[in-house]
T-cell receptor, first 115, second 116 residues
Framework: KNQVEQSPQSLIILEGKNCTLQ??????????LRWYKQDTGRGPVSLTI?????NTKSNGRYTATLDADTKQSSLHITASQLSDSASYIC??????????????FGKGTKLSVIP | NAGVTQTPKFQVLKTGQSMTLQCAQD?????MSWYRQDPGMGLRLIHY???????DQGEVPNGYNVSRSTTEDFPLRLLSAAPSQTSVYFC???????????????FGPGTRLLVL
């Protein structure tokens, strides 16, 4: 069964500090990996999408990396801000034509940035 | 553009009642989907559609029906509500260009449903 595991479950950091969130997946064959940010009470918002051939992708202070050999991804947040407080969700898409829309979601990492 | 809109924002139902959760998008996206999000679990796909008149089941379809008569709208029907359907429901849409899909999905704000 396709699975996406994220760690840590929750994280508290001081404003201005950097942090890295981890994602391991077992989806195979694999098409692409996505990171979403979900603010409390809101829908998820896409941060990055990486295909299996990409190693890194940035979106402002967010940088995602991907190692397709070890099936691991990380999301690095630089110079954190209070507005970064949210859940960050790793999502993997299988390589199966129309089935590639059936995404597998991780449970998310809840990040709290404190002053 | 309003993006993806969902109504209602909150709903309380009694066991056995039926209702329809509304979802609309104004981005001319072919692909639309419904997810449920429960505490301690990742989002799970209920039903999806790759175009008007085309729907298919996702991971957890039991107890839900969908139809897609227009590109813009994708309502989700609860046939006979059960407490196990208490959840937050999200609708999402994207273009359906390319297989496999590498299109960005846009999510609605969610509908919070409580079934007593």
């Amino acid at each position: 069964k396709n699975q996406v595991e994220q760690s840590p479950q929750s994280l508290i950091i001081l404003e201005g500090k950097n942090c890295t969130l981890q994602c391991n997946y077992t989806v195979s064959p694999f098409s692409n990996l996505r990171w979403y940010k979900q603010d409390t009470g809101r829908g998820p918002v896409s941060l990055t999408i990486m295909t299996f051939s990409e190693n890194t992708k940035s979106n402002g202070r967010y940088t995602a990396t991907l190692d397709a050999d070890t099936k691991q991804s990380s999301l690095h947040i630089t110079a954190s801000q209070l507005s970064d407080s949210a859940s960050y969700i790793c999502v993997v898409s299988p390589y199966s034509g129309a089935g590639s829309y059936q995404l597998t979601f991780g449970k998310g990492t809840k990040l709290s940035v404190i002053p | 553009n309003a993006g993806v809109t969902q109504t209602p924002k909150f709903q309380v139902l009694k066991t056995g009642q039926s209702m329809t959760l509304q979802c609309a998008q104004d981005m001319n996206h072919e692909y639309m989907s419904w997810y449920r999000q429960d505490p301690g679990m990742g989002l799970r796909l209920i039903h999806y559609s790759v175009g008007a008149g085309i729907t298919d089941q996702g991971e957890v379809p039991n107890g839900y029906n969908v139809s897609r008569s227009t590109t813009e709208d994708f309502p989700l029907r609860l046939l006979s509500a059960a407490p196990s359907q208490t959840s937050v429901y999200f609708c999402a849409s994207s273009y359906a260009r390319g297989q496999p899909s590498q299109e960005t999905q846009y999510f609605g704000p969610g509908t919070r449903l409580l079934v007593l």
